[in-house]
Structure formats: C-alpha cells, structure tokens
C-alpha cells in the first residue's frame, strides 16, 4: 500500500515538474521576442500583449473550424507578423513613441481578438499539435514535441542573427546612423525585427492555446511583465541569445509553481512576478556594486 | 567633381548655408574651418544628404543629386563622425563590425555574417596593434577613444568612397591618440588620392595639413584659400587674432 502511495506521488511530482517545463517552454518563445526587440533592437514593444492573444484567439478560432495545425499555425504567425508590422509603421511613419505604438496596437488587438474568438473559446478536443504524439494516447508527453520545436526555433534564430542580415539587426538597435551609412535604411530593419518579435509571440499564444485546450481573452494579460521576468532571470544565468532563454523562462515557471506549493493564492501571481523582477534587478545592482572594479 | 551651386539650407526658419557655390575636384584635400554656428557641420550633412537643400542644387560629375537621400548618397560617400559612437556598432565585437562595412553599397543576404571578412586589411590592422585575435573578438565598446577612431577610419575606407569627410575626428580623442590617427589618416588618403574633406578647429593643423583651405563663417565661405600658392598663410588669416594676454587682465 506504501508502495502504492510513494508511486503515485513520484507520479505527481514529475507531473508538475513536467507542467513547469512545458509552459517554460511555450513562454520562453515570448522570451526570444522580447530579448529580439527589447535587447537587440532597444525597443521596448508593448505590443506583444495583443500579439500573443491574437495568436491564441486565431488558432481557437482555425481549430474549432477543423482547420489542420499545419496551415493555421503559419497563418497565426503570420497575423502576428502584421501586428508587429502595424506597431512599426506607427512609430516609423507616424513618429510615435516605442510605448505609444504598443499600447496602441495592443488596445486595438483587444478588441480584434474578442472579435475572432469571444472571451473563451474551448476547443472542444479538436486535434492540436499535440495529437502527433504517436505514443502516448492521452496527451501527457507534451513535452516530447514541444522541447524540439523550441530548441529548433532556438536554433534557427539563432542562426539568423549572426547572417548579413541579423547583424544589420544588431546593428540598427544600437546605431541606426551606421545602417544608413552602409546605405541601408534602418526603418526596415525595425519594422522586420517587430514583423520576427510578434510573430513569434503569436505563435507563442497559439501554442499556448494548444498546450490548455481552450483560449481566454485574459489570458495574454501581462504575458509581457511574465516573458520580463524570463528574461532577467535568464540574463542573470547566461549571456547573449541562448539556451539561457529557455531555462529563464522555465525557472520563471518554477517560482511561481512554488507558490502553489506554500498556497498562495494565484490572484497574487502578478505581484509576485513584478516583486520577483524589483528582486533581480536589485540584486544585480547591489552585485555589481560590490564587483566593479577601480578605475 | 561636386559642384554647390547656389545652395541654402534653413532649419527652424533659421538660415543655417547661404547661397553657398564652390566645387570639389576629384583629389581635392579641403580643410574646412570656422567659428562654432558656422555651420560647418550642415555643410557635411547637406553633402551626405541628411539635410536636404532649401534652395539650389548638388552635381555630382554633372549628375543631378540634390534630391538623392543619405542612403541612397551613402555608396558614394563615407563619414567619420566625431563621436566614436556612432561609428561603429558598440556591442558587437571588432571583427564583426569590419565585416559589417563591407556591406556597403551590396545587398545582404543570409550568408553567414562573417563571410565578407575583409581579409586584406589584416596588414594595416596590425600596424595599428588592431590585428590580434584578442582585439578583434573585443566588443568594440570595450576599445579606447583613439582604437575606436582608428577602427573607424579603417571601416570607412574598405570600400573606397568618391568623397570621404571627416567631421571634426580627434575631437574627443587625447593628444597621442589625435596624432597617431593624423598620421595614419593623412598618409592613407594622400597615398590613395582620396577625394577629402576634413572639419577642424585648430588652425594650424589645418595649416599644415590643407592643401585648400576654406573658412566658413555665419553660413557663408568666407575664404579659399590655398596654402600651396599662398605660403605665409598664418593662424590668424584663418580664424582671426586671439589675445590670451586679455584673459589675465
């Protein structure tokens, strides 16, 4: 009987250790996006908060209507692509403030999403990403797929940032004149790195949609501040655009899943998240008080 | 050959150049001087196209480019800022930002960013102590004001510009630094009779250095002067006299 007990809390523990990667991973795709526009591009993009609603209300929507994952996630990436693109046109053409832009496109995507799929929208046991998992019949082997899938796309950004391409990237987050010297315009290269960032964030949002089995409009609510605190966390383990991402996305996950260990209540899960980043930052700088060496 | 006819600029119903007519020829080395507001530096972003003319228009070899933006002017023409920090990309390493300057006037791809490495200049970076492996794996932000200007010089020069203008370069740079980037400049654009344009505020350099010699003063050329014909030029035909005795009084 002990036996018996002692199993099925092994099996419970490697089922909220499992839970804390899977999400890890999905959000460490918001991770990338925002280490795209804010770190490489010095754009701190609030847009990301509609694009990742988007992404989940498209994908409820094309999957609730028996469209195939293999065509409505292109399609969720590119909608989210649009948005970044609106985002970018706002601040470039019109001159609006990084913030601005944002706020703008994400108050408009609001309305755009509830539109698409309402306030919730179940799924209903429509076939997901998750239903190719050959050999588990009940979804619990999420991970099987999604650990690939965000090591792949890892990859394939990380690929891409040290192209001619990706270095124009770099280049124009840090000195947009240099880019217009080498004759390049750099409006492009912003508007692209917002066009990558929210695509990616829409797929995110997709996958999450996916991973839950049903899309709530509240859902992509302070999915910014949550892929902020990913990020401090993996640039206090790693440097640069890298697996560091993912394990901060997933210790991210890990601390709030303590919380529900000590029995906080969830409503509190947003304060603890902007306390745990005030915590980070704050260290860091005591740290590196201690550390800087004289001149 | 750039040819001014008749150009103006007015920024904030300001007129910052007026009327200005002159001609670069093709080897020309102009050193141009004058107060601060002088607009000297309006001057450099008219040409580079940052600043678009009010009235009058720009030739370039008898072609019409007084409407051509930055970008599109950007082939033809290379500027060293006096802030080392816009020329270069601070974050990214020394080899990174060499190989970035070869993107100039081609269209990039998704080859690899390093693939267009400038493999000839490796002799020249390590006269200037810029060649080890160690220096060019440092992010660029790490280098002194002085490596940063050196660097700057060399990016700006790998694909060979029509005219090469350098605002004011050894501004923030301490005396050593300022004399070894000179030295390393001026041998370099008079061994490639580069087309050049440089901003100072020190006479005497400019003495010294200035094959023609314009004085830019309250939006106007004031002087052309050549210090080939003219060879009792002084300090003071260029800037004016200055008392230092009065600051004691």
């Known amino acids: 009987m002990n036996l018996y007990k002692e199993k099925i809390k092994m099996l419970f523990e490697w089922l909220i250790i499992q839970g804390i990667i899977e999400r ?12 795209i526009t804010s770190r490489i591009i010095k754009f701190d993009d609030l847009s990301v908060e509609g694009s990742f609603g988007l992404g989940g209300a498209l994908a409820a929507l094309l999957l609730t209507n028996n469209i195939p994952s293999f065509i409505a996630l292109p399609l969720v990436i590119i909608a989210g692509a649009c948005a970044g693109l609106a985002t970018g046109l706002l601040h470039t053409q019109l001159k609006l403030n990084n913030l601005i832009s ?15 799929a309402g306030s919730n929208m179940i799924l209903n046991n429509k076939s997901t990403i998750f239903d190719f998992i050959p050999f588990t019949g009940n979804n619990t082997m999420k991970i099987v797929i999604l650990l690939p899938l965000i090591c792949a796309l890892l990859l394939l950004i990380k690929w891409f940032l040290n192209t001619e391409c990706g270095f124009l990237f770099t280049a124009v987050g840090d000195n947009p004149q240099m880019l217009t010297n080498l004759g390049k315009n750099p409006t492009l290269y912003i508007i692209g790195a917002l066009m990558l960032g929210n695509a990616l964030t829409a797929f995110a949002g997709a996958l999450f949609v996916h991973y839950v089995g049903y899309f709530s409009i509240w859902s992509s609510v302070g999915i910014l501040i949550i892929a902020l605190a990913g990020l401090i966390i993996a640039e206090t383990v790693g440097y640069g655009f890298g697996f560091s991402l993912l394990v901060g996305a997933i210790l991210y996950q890990a601390i709030i899943a303590a919380t529900f260990e000590f029995n906080v209540d969830p409503e509190w899960n947003k304060l603890i998240t902007a306390l745990l980043i005030i915590l980070i930052i704050a260290c860091k700088k005591h740290f590196a008080l201690f550390t800087k060496r004289p001149s | 050959m750039i040819k001014f006819d008749n150009v103006s600029i007015t920024i904030d119903n300001k007129q910052i150049l007026k009327n200005i007519s002159c001609t670069i020829n093709n080897g020309d080395f102009i050193v141009i001087v004058g107060p601060n507001g002088a607009g000297k530096t309006t001057f450099f972003d008219m040409i580079s196209g940052k600043q678009m003319p009010t009235s009058g ?13 930055e970008q599109h002017r950007a082939p033809l023409i290379s500027r060293l800022f006096q802030n080392p920090q816009l020329n270069g990309i601070a974050s990214m390493t020394v080899a990174q ?13 998704l080859l690899n960013g390093m693939e267009k490495f ?35 010089f060399i990016m700006a020069t790998i694909t060979p510009p029509r005219l090469f203008m350098l605002d004011e370069p050894t501004a923030a740079l301490d005396p050593q630094s300022a004399t070894k980037l000179l030295q390393f400049a001026i041998k370099f654009i008079n061994e490639h009779t580069m087309t ?29 002067l050549d210090s080939r014909e003219d060879t009792n030029l002084s300090a003071a035909d260029l800037i004016g006299h200055i008392d230092y005795q009065k600051l004691m009084e």
Do not use: C
């Open chain 2, 196 to 224: 050049t344009l440089l901003i100072t505020h020190d006479p005497e350099l400019a003495l010294v250095i200035g094959k023609k010699i314009w004085v830019l003063e309250d939006g106007h050329i004031i002087k052309q």
């Open chain 1, 24 to 35: 890890g991973l999905i959000f460490s795709i918001t991770v990338m996006s925002i280490y």
């Open chain 2, 97 to 109: 930002n060499l190989a970035l300057s070869t993107y100039k006037g081609h269209t990039v791809s």
């Open chain 2, 118 to 152: 400038p493999t000839h200049i490796t002799a020249q970076l390590d006269k200037l102590n810029l060649g080890s492996t160690k220096t060019l794996n440092t992010p660029m932000k790490d280098l002194s004001g002085g490596q940063r200007q050196l660097l700057a």
């Open chain 2, 57 to 69: 228009s720009i030739f370039l070899d008898g072609i019409d480019i007084t409407h051509l933006n």
């Open chain 1, 102 to 116: 944002g706020i703008v496109v994400t108050t408009a995507l609001f309305s755009i999403n509830l539109k698409v």
